[in-house]
């Protein structure tokens, strides 16, 4: 079975630059996701949704960031514009009326 | 003050030992504890829950006191692949399918 699949794996890019962060979730699963992790702050949750519905946010840093789920089998982080503080490793994470959690292999963000 | 806490480490044991992790958390309004590892560049992983009443999976025991409000992980004639990071995880009432993770502590076995 294909676990959370998340691309790009690494992503580099200058600062001011836009930033797109892809999550497909486990097929079935009915939450999804977002955690920022950086060895200043351990890992974060940003966002997460519930059947695509955004339910909490307050996570997310500032305006900057936006996040959204079209549908069950997608969503996207987008940082616009990105700036240094950004880097850091992206999860996707989706569970299924549980708390258990299965996470994507990240997305490793650096922004010079 | 984070609402869940850890020990950093690092923690470095040599294989066969037995060591023991603990985790202590401020929000009272607690619903369910895990384990998590975190392997080297890899994505947390559960390891197993944690229940009021202790619970063992083979060589791996963890154990939960509201009262104190203390998580215990405890592991068992470890071996090298044990290395990791293991975080302490809670889920807090009015969360729903919300985990707080705590920061990690990090583990390497020694042959």
């Given amino acids: 079975d294909a676990g959370v699949i998340q691309s790009p794996r690494h992503e580099v890019t200058e600062m001011g630059q836009e930033v797109t962060l892809r999550c497909k979730p486990i097929s079935g699963h009915d939450y999804l996701f977002w955690y920022r992790q950086t060895m200043m702050r351990g890992l974060e949750l940003l966002i997460y949704f519930n059947n695509n519905v955004p339910i909490d946010d307050s996570g997310m840093p500032e305006d900057r960031f936006s996040a959204k789920m079209p549908n069950a089998s997608f969503s996207t982080l987008k940082i616009q514009p990105s700036e240094p503080r950004d880097s850091a490793v992206y999860f996707c994470a989706s569970s299924f009326k549980s708390y258990e959690q299965y996470f994507g292999p990240g997305t490793r963000l650096t922004v010079t | ?111």
């Fill in chain 2, 1 to 111: 003050r984070k609402e869940v806490e850890q020990d950093p480490g690092p923690f470095n044991v040599p294989e066969g030992a037995t060591v023991a992790f603990n985790c202590t958390y401020s929000n009272s309004a607690s619903q369910s504890f895990f384990w998590y590892r975190q392997d080297c560049r890899k994505e947390p992983k559960l390891l197993m829950s944690v229940y009021s009443s202790g619970n063992e999976d083979g060589r791996f025991t963890a154990q939960l006191n509201r009262a104190s409000q203390y998580i215990s992980l405890l592991i068992r004639d470890s071996k090298l692949s044990d290395s990791a990071t293991y975080l302490c995880v809670g889920a807090f009432s009015g969360s729903a399918r919300q985990l707080t993770f705590g920061s990690g502590t990090q583990l390497t076995v020694l042959p």
